[in-house]
């Protein structure tokens, strides 16, 4: 290995980044046996949060591309996890609502990502995932200074 690759593999961005992936990759296989990839559950979830909820604001909310919403938006209903239906405030717009098996998914999800996420961090002592999570907060929580 080069001195320039180890480098790159030491800098904290990259360890961040590889450790994201690799924590990404298990929750996306545990959450696959409920049939949802990682954009379905935070659509599912952000219905939850948010809903009854505008089609068009939950995208936005979420910063995904109003094509791939409806395509998002059809497996959930289709899965019988959320409802469309024209928004009271303005019949030109659906509004999304999570239905009680939506709710249910939810929640076994929250479980499996709970799984995933301890397998990701099972390296580490107890004390060390608690450090972890409060420098990971304190540097997601910093102001941007670009």
């Given at each position: 290995m080069t001195a320039a690759l180890r480098h790159i593999q030491s800098l904290p961005s990259w360890l961040v980044g590889r450790v994201a992936a690799r924590g990404r990759g298990l929750?996306?296989?545990?959450?696959?046996?409920e049939g949802l990839k990682?954009?379905?559950?935070?659509?599912?979830?952000?219905?939850?949060e948010y809903g009854p909820v505008a089609q068009a604001e939950l995208g936005r909310?979420?910063?995904?591309?109003?094509?791939?919403?409806?395509?998002?938006?059809?497996h959930l209903q289709e899965a019988g996890l959320i409802?469309?239906?024209p928004d009271p405030a303005d019949?030109?717009?659906?509004?999304?609502t999570v239905t009680t098996e939506g709710e249910a998914v939810l929640e076994r999800c929250a479980a499996l990502a709970e799984a995933a996420n301890a397998e990701l961090l099972a390296p580490l002592a107890p004390e060390e995932r608690d450090t972890l999570l409060a420098l990971l907060a304190r540097l997601h929580e910093a102001p941007a200074s670009f």
């Open positions: 929750v996306a296989e545990a959450i696959a046996v990682l954009m379905h559950h935070a659509v599912l979830a952000a219905t939850a909310r979420l910063a995904v591309d109003p094509k791939d919403m409806v395509g998002i938006l059809n409802l469309r239906a019949r030109r717009k659906n509004a999304v």
